[in-house]
Antibody
Framework: EVQLVESGGGLVQPGGSLRLSCAASGFTFSSYSMNWVRQAPGKGLEWVSYISSSSSTIYYADSVKGRFTISRDNAKNSLYLQMNSLRAEDTAVYYC????????????WGQGTLVTVSS | AIWMTQSPSLLSASTGDRVTISCRMSQGISSYLAWYQQKPGKAPELLIYAASTLQSGVPSRFSGSGSGTDFTLTISCLQSEDFATYYCQQYYSFPWTFGQGTKVEIK
């Protein structure tokens, strides 16, 4: 069974940093591209970042470029999102989601982890 | 970036109704379109990909159509478990974008 479990969310002050993790199981993690998608409270979905299976290709939404860094450790079946210079508008539930390639949709999602940026 | 217009934002319907949700792109995306269902407090779930292909396990009352710039999600006979929010998403080019969402509520 495919499982994606996010962790690392919490309350952080504006300008602060946080690192999210996503633990994957039930599939060959190293063969799949991965993504982060977020959802602000009461709002719609926003794609945040993409990383290819080998980490050779990475994309970011303009809203997080230069502040967030996506990475993965295929030996640990884990995906990460390092978030720096956090702003109030980054407050959201962050989901990790699997997509086999850039030409495939997001077929499995984690349950999400809440990040709250507030003083 | 490719902009998406999803409509309506709110749809009031009754069990047994046929409902249609539209998604229009600012430029052509071939068939690189997915539909997701999200229930309150839960992660989105993939319903349809490649505009019209049903994800494994999704009931056949869900269907998708379209290509290029105009796409449609149809639920042929609304069931109680279908009351949720639906999103379209293009995966034709980065940055990937989602529609604004359509909440299907009980009339």
């Amino acid at each position: 069974e495919v499982q994606l479990v996010e962790s690392g969310g919490g309350l952080v002050q504006p300008g602060g940093s946080l690192r999210l993790s996503c633990a994957a199981s039930g599939f060959t993690f190293s063969s799949y591209s991965m993504n982060w998608v977020r959802q602000a409270p009461g709002k719609g979905l926003e794609w945040v970042s993409y990383i290819s299976s080998s980490s050779s290709t990475i994309y970011y939404a303009d809203s997080v470029k230069g502040r967030f860094t996506i990475s993965r450790d295929n030996a640990k079946n884990s995906l990460y999102l390092q978030m720096n210079s956090l702003r109030a508008e980054d407050t959201a539930v962050y989901y990790c989601a699997r997509g086999e390639t850039p030409s495939n949709p997001l077929d499995y999602w984690g349950q999400g982890t809440l990040v709250t940026v507030s003083s | 970036a490719i902009w998406m217009t999803q409509s309506p934002s709110l749809l009031s319907a009754s069990t047994g109704d046929r409902v249609t949700i539209s998604c229009r792109m600012s430029q052509g995306i071939s068939s690189y379109l997915a539909w997701y269902q999200q229930k309150p407090g839960k992660a989105p779930e993939l319903l349809i990909y490649a505009a019209s292909t049903l994800q494994s396990g999704v009931p056949s009352r869900f269907s998708g159509s379209g290509s290029g710039t105009d796409f449609t999600l149809t639920i042929s006979c609304l069931q109680s478990e279908d009351f949720a929010t639906y999103y379209c998403q293009q995966y034709y080019s980065f940055p990937w974008t989602f529609g604004q969402g359509t909440k299907v509520e009980i009339k």
